[in-house]
């Protein structure tokens, strides 16, 4: 009897162990961009702490095989090392600014393998040149593939163990992707810097495409879609609708026929349970002037979700009609499971350029709380025709300053503000979508403003949403070019694209902070809190103005959220750090109430979001920094942090 109870109890202790070990499968790893597939950029992981975080030094630092290649040939230098690592099963696994693929032991930060696809042959990539932020991991259980699509617009297979390419999986490992779209030429004018999202056994792309066309004609965003084990092209779906398909009818005068751009080129997200994809499309050709298409234009500037196994759209909301402000959706919409009185509702938040974020339910597309269509400012440009309307969501308030006004206008003194009243009559200015101008427009936020290609954080125990943002006013004034080499009405010029209205003194126009991170309740759609994200340009401001001005913020990187405290990067000056100044660092927040916990010195400024694992015993973080390296910190352990 007592036998039968032992070998009862020993079953029983199976049983239960057996759920517990499938679900603990992965844990600690980090195998998607986002950390999940729906891009929360969480993770459960808390041996760093409050009490020790400060105590975090580097374990290890690894070099980009770039650096070689750039040093014997200046002409491949990158704007900045953006990629975000995966850790699965002990490796992790990166691309480069150049698109190579590299596999790193996670506990040394020694190289297993690179795969060279050699994209940068074909040579500078349009828009930002080389960058690239990452590649997507996939397996069956038994094969195990990380899949990069490129700068030259390819899509390769690579076999994980290997770092070989899969010969089977379409032309000898991989699929041009520009055969499918009209206009697109490898490199020059369509490229991938982000990485691929693949949902169901299905890759989906999207792309980067030209920013700066001098044609109306100019390749499509449509996203493309391919089977994960071969190849073989599965559907596309065409992000400016053809002939009979829904939303056709939105772009007049048939300039669905030649319009181009309107391309997810950030991150996108999957739930894999329902089988459905969000995708974030920006602007149409060109970014400033709609003369040459007429209508709202979907599915422009809109979240769009569809069925991975098919392309079909489930629903879509349009965030700007008839974009004329470069407010590309930037960022991975963040699949998210919220409580609103009382309803469980699983939920995708989008945060966009504008600072407005739209949460909806994420399987019917209605908005969780009222989104409001409310009258806007209106074009006088020849052949332009502006939206009426607008949509505006009732909640959350907006994360950023909206809107180049009077009462956004610097206040360090009322000297100061008269001054500011002065330069900001010399532009044509107004709240948020006043649209481009001959004079001028001031933009706030402008293109690189609100949230961008990093994102947001979701804490799935609290229900808050944590997003850095920048403000970034830039002014837009609407030329006419030279009507032998563009056959537009209208192009931006005057100062190129971070064109600026400079303040008063050497001060910046509008009101700081001008970098800032936001924590949102995704269950009441309140503001928890906002900080200034570091002290950005404070002692030169200070000088100027004759008394401490305070913290300015300034701009930063993206987040990592642990079960303890949230993780933002910053450095001094780069991409988006307008304000400049400070230290490179990784700051540690507390959660609840911004409060700067650590500041973690690192060896060069920030660029990439970093994220976390657990190898050895040991809770790392690893983030990409500006030299073309990787960082990975570590609490100490038996003194063996080193440098590769």
């Known amino acids: 009897m007592r036998l039968n109870k032992f070998i009862l109890s020993l079953l029983t202790i199976t049983l239960l162990a057996a759920p517990l070990s499938a679900q603990k499968k992965g844990a600690g790893e980090w195998r998607y961009y986002g950390g999940d597939p729906g891009s929360t950029k969480y993770s459960p992981l808390d041996q760093i702490n409050k009490e020790n975080v400060a105590r975090l030094k580097i374990a290890w630092t690894w070099d980009s095989p770039d650096l070689l290649l750039q040093k014997e040939n200046r002409m491949l230098g990158s704007l900045a090392y953006e990629a975000t690592p995966l850790m699965v099963g002990g490796t992790l696994y990166t691309s480069t600014s150049l698109c190579q693929v590299a596999a790193i032991d996670a506990e040394t930060g020694q190289t297993k393998w690179v795969f060279n696809p050699e994209a940068y042959k074909v040579g500078r990539p349009t828009n930002l040149g080389f960058l690239h932020r990452g590649v997507s991991y996939w397996t069956d259980g038994r094969q195990q593939r990380l899949f990069i699509a490129t700068s030259d617009a390819y899509l390769w297979a690579i076999d994980a163990k290997t770092g070989k390419a899969v010969s089977d999986f379409g032309e ?9 779209i009209p206009y697109a030429q490898n490199a020059r004018n369509y490229a991938v810097t982000s990485p691929v999202l693949i949902c169901r056994d299905v890759v989906m792309i999207g792309a980067s495409i030209s920013d700066g ?30 002939a009979g398909e829904f939303g056709n009818d939105t772009w007049e005068n048939d300039s669905w026929k030649y319009t181009g751009n309107t391309n997810v080129w950030t991150l996108m997200s999957a739930d894999e349970e329902l089988g459905y994809v969000y995708l974030p499309f920006g602007t149409p050709t060109n970014d400033w002037y709609g003369g040459h298409r007429l209508g709202d234009n979907l599915f422009a500037e809109s979240i769009v979700c569809l069925e991975a196994k098919t392309g079909k759209r489930v629903w879509h909301f349009q965030t700007v009609h008839h974009g004329l402000w470069d407010y590309d959706l930037p960022a991975a919409p963040v699949l998210c499971d919220i ?59 907006p994360f950023e300053r909206q ?11 009322p000297e100061l503000r008269e001054e500011a009243k002065k330069i900001l009559e010399k532009y044509e200015h107004g709240p948020m979508f006043t649209p481009p101008s001959e004079k001028g427009t001031i933009n706030l936020p402008g293109w690189g403003g609100g949230g961008n290609w990093w994102g947001a954080a979701f804490d799935p125990e609290t229900g808050l949403f944590y997003i850095p943002s920048i403000s970034f006013p830039i002014v837009v004034k609407l030329i006419k070019p030279d ?48 900080i200034p994200h570091g002290d950005g340009a404070r002692k030169r401001v200070s000088e100027i103005v004759g008394k401490d001005v305070g913290s300015l913020g300034s701009g930063g990187g993206g987040p990592l959220l642990t079960k303890t405290l949230l993780f933002i990067g910053q450095g001094a000056g780069g991409r988006g ?29 920030p660029t990439g979001t970093p994220m976390t694992y657990m190898m050895g015993g040991r809770q790392y973080i690893v983030l990409a920094t500006g030299d073309g390296r990787m960082v990975a910190l570590a609490l100490p352990s038996n003194g063996r942090e080193k440098t590769n």
Request: aromatic residues 8%.
């Open 213 to 242: 066309p001098v044609n109306k004609e100019a390749p499509r965003g449509d996203i493309q879609a391919f089977d994960v084990r071969t190849g073989k092209p599965l559907w596309v779906f065409h992000s400016i609708p053809q």
């Open 339 to 397: 409580k609103v009185n009382g309803r469980t509702i699983k939920a995708v938040a989008q945060i966009t350029k504008t600072g407005f974020t739209f949460v909806f339910d994420r399987k019917t597309g209605k908005p969780v709380w009222p989104i409001e269509e409310r009258a806007v400012p209106q074009s006088t440009i020849a052949g332009e025709r502006t939206s009426p309307t607008q949509p505006f969501p009732t909640r959350p308030a």
């Open 577 to 605: 750090a307008r304000a400049g100044g400070g230290a490179n660092v990784l700051r540690a927040f507390d959660k609840a109430t911004g409060k700067v916990i650590a500041e973690i010195e690192l060896p060069a400024i």
């Open 403 to 413: 809107g180049a006004t009077e009462e956004n206008l610097i206040d360090f003194s």
């Open 483 to 530: 009507a032998a080499r563009s056959n537009f009405n209208y192009i931006r010029g005057g100062g190129g694209l971070g064109a600026t209205a400079e303040g008063p003194r050497g001060l910046p126009l509008f009101k700081p902070p001008y970098g800032r991170i936001t924590a949102i309740n995704l269950n009441t759609g309140e503001h928890a809190w906002m």
């Open 172 to 180: 000898g490992g991989k699929v041009d992707l520009t055969k499918a």
